[in-house]
């Protein structure tokens, strides 16, 4: 009899996995509702890297007044400011994603249909707000795939946002699941730790912003997906033959 754990679910980071949102979204709706707001705040492409190490956008904004305009801190009631002020932010995210200007990251829908065909589920597990999540969703692969997720955990669900276990804990339970019978993927060190510490085996597809981050403790750390016209660059872990990852690649990460 055999001892492999079979893969029963695939656990998805959202920002920077499913598709690179940061930069050129997330980024743009917080300078836009900045804009709104009458501030003359911006957060250029370095200085939003620098940020995206406090995951959640209201803990952002947050830490960015602490650190870079503590002049604010003296609002009145400030948590219900930055909540507004991050509402507006969501909704011009929203707005982006409608224009269907931000694809999918290679790979990501092919093995997305391939887990659906295999009757593998399908969960996400992110630190963003669930409007974005389902506006990404629309944009990309219609409003019916948002039904194809078996569980989305998505924002404020959890106390903890990642790198605590929370979100990942949130989805496991909700999926009936044990950590052995899923693979997280992942593109971030935050999104790696806080799936670690749910010990769950992790894949790294790296993005624009973590490809420098540190991975250890992953599966395995590629460049995306890939597709079979279109190889995945192999960095650390298993894996070094194939070319794209698919559902038994993913099992044989689980069972490694
Ligand atoms: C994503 C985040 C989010 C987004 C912004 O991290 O940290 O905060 O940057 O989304 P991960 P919100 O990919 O690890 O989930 O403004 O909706 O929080
Ligand atoms: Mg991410």
Redesign the pocket.
């Known amino acids: 009899m055999s001892t492999q754990n079979k893969l029963q679910a695939v656990l998805f980071?959202?920002?920077?996995?499913l598709a690179d949102t940061?930069q050129d979204g997330?980024r743009i709706a917080f300078n836009a509702a900045f804009d709104q707001f009458g501030l003359d705040w911006h957060w250029d492409i370095d200085l939003y890297g620098k940020l995206?190490q406090v995951?959640?956008?209201?803990e952002?904004i947050r830490h960015y007044i602490e650190n870079y305009q503590p002049a604010a801190l003296d609002k009145n009631d400030l948590s219900t400011w930055i909540a507004d002020l991050?509402k507006t932010?969501?909704k011009y995210f929203e707005s982006l994603m409608a224009t269907g200007k931000i694809p999918l990251r290679p790979g990501v829908a092919r093995l997305i249909h391939e887990l659906r065909q295999q009757q593998i589920k399908l969960a996400i597990a992110?630190?963003?707000?669930m409007e974005?999540v389902t506006a990404l969703l629309k944009s990309t692969l219609g409003e019916e795939s948002i039904a194809w997720f078996d569980v989305i955990g998505a924002?404020d669900i959890v106390p903890q946002k990642?790198p605590a276990p929370d979100i990942y804990h949130w989805v496991l339970n909700q999926l009936e699941m044990t950590a052995q019978q899923c693979i997280a993927i992942e593109?971030?060190e935050?999104?790696l730790k806080s799936a670690l510490a749910a010990n769950l085996s992790v894949l790294i597809t790296v993005s624009g912003y973590t490809q420098r981050q540190d991975f250890s403790g992953a599966a395995a750390v590629i460049s995306d997906l890939g597709e079979p016209s279109q190889p995945y660059t192999h960095i650390t872990g298993l894996m070094k033959d194939q070319n794209w990852i698919s559902a038994s690649s993913l099992e044989q990460m689980l069972n490694r």
């Open positions: 980071d959202v920002d920077g996995t940061e997330h995206l995951t959640g956008g209201k952002r991050h932010k969501t992110t630190t963003t707000t974005n924002g990642k593109d971030s935050n999104g």
